[in-house]
């Protein structure tokens, strides 16, 4: 098993930054990929990043490329989401999930992870 547990959120003005953070614990080299996802009130889960912990690459969603970086320190033990350039439009609850499992699968859609935390709010006002 692995557990999860995001810390960070906050209230933030719009243009301004904040780094959140998901530990990780238990069976973490059974990680294949990790991602942040988020969900604003009223609306489905979306996918925000994702990275393979043994490879480093890294993917995005177009509405945070460029804004947004994911990152993995600690040998799978921490994983980051630094946010710059914040909009209103980026408040919501933000989810780390990993999955173990090497076959394949979209790495947007919430049903392929396996673990989920339990979320760090985000809050950016305008």
């Known amino acids: 098993q692995v557990q999860l547990a995001e810390s960070g959120g906050g209230v933030v003005q719009a243009g301004g930054s904040l780094k959140i953070a998901c530990a990780a614990s238990g069976y973490i080299d059974f990680i294949y990929f990790m991602a942040w996802f988020r969900q604003a009130p009223g609306k489905e889960r979306e996918e925000v990043a994702g990275i393979w912990p043994g490879r480093g690459n890294t993917l995005y969603s177009d509405s945070v490329k460029g804004r947004f970086t994911i990152s993995l320190e600690n040998a799978k033990k921490t994983l980051f989401l630094q946010m710059n350039s914040l909009e209103p439009e980026d408040t919501a609850m933000y989810y780390c999930?990993?999955?173990?499992?090497?076959?394949?699968?979209?790495?947007?859609?919430?049903?392929?992870?396996?673990?989920w935390g339990q979320g760090t709010r985000v809050t950016v006002s305008s």
């Open positions: 999930a990993a999955r173990g499992s090497q076959t394949g699968f979209t790495w947007q859609n919430p049903g392929s992870y396996r673990y």
